[in-house]
C-alpha cells in the first residue's frame, strides 16, 4: 500500500528559536509513523529575512536582485539544517534540502521568482528510505543555476507547489496564530477566528495585506484545488481550512477586514491631457515588472491632469527612476510620493449579491474622521486609501461597524 503523504510548513515565528525548533520536531515527529511520509517546509528563523534585508539596504537603496537573493535565501537554509538536526536528536531520520537540491526550478524574476516545476524523485527517495523530508521555503533556481527567492511570505507558495507535486494528502500551514481571523488579532483583539473560507476570499484577502498567507501560494492551492489548513505551531487546536466551497448556504456579505501599510502612492503631476499618455506611463511601469495597484487621474486643468497611484513600497526607489524618466520625455511636472498611506479593504463573496456595502463602508469612515484619498473595488471586494496613523482605527471601526465580532 502506498503511504499517505503530508506536507507541513512552519513560518519564521514557529522556528523563532531552539527551543521553538525542538517543538516543531516534536510536532513532526508525532505525525509521523507507518503510514505516513512528512515533507516539511521551514521559513527562516524568526526574522532572519527582515533583518538580511536590511544590511542589504545598508548599503544600497537598490541593492541587485540577483545578490539580493543569494542573501535572503540563506536563512532557510540554517532553519531546515537546525530541523533536521533536532528531529535526529528526538531518534527519528531526517534529511534537509535547499530548493535546488530538490529541484525547485523557477523563472528568471528574481525576488519574485515563480516556479515552473519541482522535480520530487530526491524526496520520494528519501521517503522509501524513511526519512522525513526538510526542505528549505522561498527559494529555487533558474535554468542557469542562479538562485532566486518566491517573494516575500514565499515559503507558503513552497509548502502548496511541494503538496502539489507529491500529491500529499494535506497542506499544514503552521504560524504563531490559530487560523485565519476576520481581521488581524493584533489589531483587533476582537477578531473571530473563521473555521472555512473560500479559495477566492483568501486570495482577496491576502492581495489586499492578509499578510497571514502569501496571495500567490492561495492562487496555485485554488488552480489544483488543494485544500489548505492554517493553525497554530502553539496549540492542538484544529484551526481554518481553506477550501473551494464552504458549507454555509447564505453567503456573508462581509467575511474579513485587512489592512496593508506596505504600499507608497505616487503623484505624476500636470500631465498632458492627451490620448495615448496613460498607456505611454504605465507601460514602461511595467516594463520595469512594478505591479501598480489603484490608480486615479484627477479632472483635467487647461489640458492637464494629475494621475496617482500606489506601488509596494519595496518597488518605489525604482518606480520613482522610472516616472521620473518618462515625466521628462512626455513634458510633465513634479513626482511626488507619500509612504504614509494604508489601505484599508472589506472582503466577502457575498458582496456580489449584497448592495451598499461600499456606502456603509464610506459612512463608518466618515463618522470617525477619516478621509479617503482613492477608492478602488473589486467583485468581491472594496478599498479605500487613507492616512496610515488613522489605519488601526479605520481597521476597528469598520470590524464594529459591520458587527464581525459577532459572526
Ligand atoms: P509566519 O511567520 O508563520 O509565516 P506571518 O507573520 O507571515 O506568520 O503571519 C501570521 C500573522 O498574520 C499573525 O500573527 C497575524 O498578526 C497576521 N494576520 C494578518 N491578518 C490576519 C488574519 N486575517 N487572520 C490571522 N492572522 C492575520
Ligand atoms: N522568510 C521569508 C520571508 O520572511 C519567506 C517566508 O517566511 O515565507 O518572507
Ligand atoms: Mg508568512
Redesign the pocket.
Known sequence: MEKEIVVQK?????VADIQRIKNVANRVVSYKDKHTDVAVVV?ALGDTTDELESLAFQLSKDPPEREMDMLLSTGEQISCALLAMAIKELGHDAISYTGRQVGIKTDKTHTKARIITINDKRIRRAFKDNKIVIVAGYQGVTSQDDITTLGR?G??LTAVALAKALRAKVCE?????D????????IVPE?RKIKQITFDEMLE?AFL?????QARSIEVAKRFNIPLHVRSSFSKEEGTMIVKETEKMEEIAVR?I?CNKGEAKITICFVPDKPGIAAKIFTEISKSGINVDTIVQNVPHDRLSDISFTVPKTDLSKTIRVTTAIGKKIGAGEILEDRNIARVSLVGSGMRSHSGIAARMFKALADNAINIEMISTSEISVSCIIQQDLADKAVRSLHKAFKLEAI
Open positions: 512552519f513560518g519564521g515565528s514557529s521559513s511570505g515559503s507558503d500551514i503552521y504560524t504563531d496564530v487560523g485565519i481571523y476576520t481581521t488581524d488579532p493584533r477578531a484577502m495585506g492578509a499578510q497571514v498567507m474579513g485587512t
